[in-house]
């Protein structure tokens, strides 16, 4: 844990607003103009190949960078995320080991621009659960649909109520979206219609990487469950509304969410993190014991939503807000999601649910901005949207501030193309 900047021989690491210095050092997996995906870190305005420095034996990390995925290297546990982490530290910190900085050929192939590379999936996502664990956005849904008095189900306070979403459909940042197609159906219509979804929606969340499994049958502990979270990436859940109003009863959302989820291609460990954790809120009613928590389990991260509407170049961010909002925190989710003895794997994504502020200005998704479509977003110029219209792109940021350093996620972004024939 630092209380300041770890200054860093790559200049553009050491500047107040850059969103990767040396105290973050996410992972990612990038190709360059071979197109091999290899794993690498992201430090300033630069990406460090990670399997470079692995053949040239610098970091002990058993082979698994020069692989297309972050999940070998995951399961090798806490012990090796935090030596490896030692090592790039000191590989790239100002008077540190020099073996790279002063290495011409090392740094040739080892250190490259981010502006000359492509990103990928950072992991082969396992399993997705999808949770709904902000209190602010549980409350402004139940009383759209269901009255100020019955806006939390009776359940929510116990425990943070989830679903299994679709991990075949989580893509990264920058991957364009179809509209999805589904059944609708009116108000006043005896039968739903089938066709492209007219109140699509985004929903701003974090997403828990799991590093570390449990066995099938061996409940995790809270604590446990923190320690099994590798790291944390941005997470946009897609939500067909009008789909999901049709068909969410009696089981939940299947495909209002199933179409789409974008996350960001860059994984913010929980090392990174440690000095901006939080508590979660002071509990209305006292949690079981298998799910209170052990300690401040939540972050401090800033996080904003922005869109820029179709055929324009000017963005407009439509909310801000922070993750501290959360009821649950990810290690509860785990836990809970472990707790009849269900087996959890290396690269599984839990998804923070919606992340609300108390106000109109900080709703994590377009429904609570819009209020069912009640109102309207202004996004300047005469331009405003309810919901999102086709050529719109959606990006969602986030960052922790230190004290003259921050740690950044980098952007989760994606544009929505029209829905393919129905038929």
Known sequence: MTDGLIRSWIDSANADDCNFPLNNLPYGVFSADDGVKKCCVAIGDRIIDLAT???AEL???SGTFALDALNDFMALGTDVWAQVRAQLTDLLKEGGNDWLRTNDSLMKRAVLQQADVSMHMPFRVAEFTDFYAGRNHATNVGTMFRGKENALPPNWLHIPIGYNGRASTVVVSGTDIHRPN?????PDDRSPEFGPCKRLDIELEMGAVVGTGSKMGSPV????????IFGYVLLNDWSARDIQAWEYQPLGPFQ?????????????TKAALEPFRISTPEREIDL???????GPMLYDIDLEVALTPDGETKETVISRTNYCEM???SAQQLAHHSSSGCAMNVGDLLGSGTISGASPDSYGSMLEMCWGGENSIDLGEGISRTFIEDGDRLTLRGHCQGAGYRIGFGECSGEILPARDKH
């Open 53 to 55: 420095l692995e053949e």
């Open 182 to 186: 589904g059944q609708l159906k009116k």
């Open 59 to 61: 970091l002990n990390s």
């Open 221 to 228: 502990t809270v604590e446990q469950a923190d320690s099994m």
């Open 288 to 294: 079981l014991p298998h799910l209170r928590d052990a």
């Open 256 to 268: 209002a969410k199933a179409f789409a989820t974008s996350i960001s291609p860059w994984v913010v």
């Open 327 to 329: 009821y649950y925190s």
